[in-house]
T-cell receptor, first 112, second 115 residues
Framework: AQSVSQHNHHVILSEAASLELGCNYS??????LFWYVQYPGQHLQLLLK??????LVKGIKGFEAEFIKSKFSFNLRKPSVQWSDTAEYFC??????????FGAGTRLFVKA | NAGVTQTPKFQVLKTGQSMTLQCAQD?????MSWYRQDPGMGLRLIHY???????DQGEVPNGYNVSRSTTEDFPLRLLSAAPSQTSVYFC??????????????FGPGTRLTVL
């Protein structure tokens, strides 16, 4: 069965620190990949997505992610986090058809 | 555009009661889905629809029913509420571009407590 693993459930960083959140999936074929963010009290919204082409994808608010096919990974990065980045981050994979599988999420807390 | 709307925002039920969570979208999206969000488990797909009149089960369909009579609306019915159904429920819609299923647009969620 398809699955999505997010390695860190909780991450605490100070402002200006660099961020990398891991995401691995288990599916050998063509995939569409997404990162969503859920700010406190809000609904999920899209950060970035990868369908094809350049494996380094840039999203909103300075986030980027790199698709490494050989490692089945799609890690999220940001060079310098801000207090306003405090949120829960979800990696999601679509492996054909409409169904999208979500990871368990990573809660990020940024200390001011 | 209002996007995806959900009602109610909060609901408390007693075990055995039934209710319907409402979901509507005004983006003319073909695909709609219901998820439940539980701590440490991410989002789990309950039911989804690929068009009016077409629904299918997701990962955790037991205890829930859906129907899709119009493109806009996709209500979720809890048949006989159980404490295990205490969760936050999100409705989402999406569309397709060529062969790619695009991102999902989420509603604000319904926080349900079953006593």
């Amino acid at each position: 069965a398809q699955s999505v693993s997010q390695h860190n459930h909780h991450v605490i960083l100070s402002e200006a620190a660099s961020l990398e959140l891991g995401c691995n999936y288990s599916y050998g074929g063509t995939v569409n990949l997404f990162w969503y963010v859920q700010y406190p009290g809000q609904h999920l919204q899209l950060l970035l997505k990868y369908f094809s082409g350049d494996p380094l994808v840039k999203g909103i608010k300075g986030f980027e992610a790199e698709f490494i096919k050989s490692k089945f990974s799609f890690n999220l990065r940001k060079p310098s986090v801000q207090w306003s980045d405090t949120a829960e981050y979800f990696c999601a994979v679509n492996a054909g058809g409409f169904k999208t599988i979500f990871g368990a999420g990573t809660r990020l807390f940024v200390k001011a | 555009n209002a996007g995806v709307t959900q009602t109610p925002k909060f609901q408390v039920l007693k075990t055995g009661q039934s209710m319907t969570l409402q979901c509507a979208q005004d983006m003319n999206h073909e695909y709609m889905s219901w998820y439940r969000q539980d701590p440490g488990m991410g989002l789990r797909l309950i039911h989804y629809s690929v068009g009016a009149g077409i629904t299918d089960q997701g990962e955790v369909p037991n205890g829930y029913n859906v129907s899709r009579s119009t493109t806009e609306d996709f209500p979720l019915r809890l048949l006989s509420a159980a404490p295990s159904q205490t969760s936050v429920y999100f409705c989402a819609s999406s569309y397709r571009t060529g062969g790619d299923y695009n991102e999902q647009f989420f509603g604000p969620g319904t926080r349900l407590t079953v006593l």
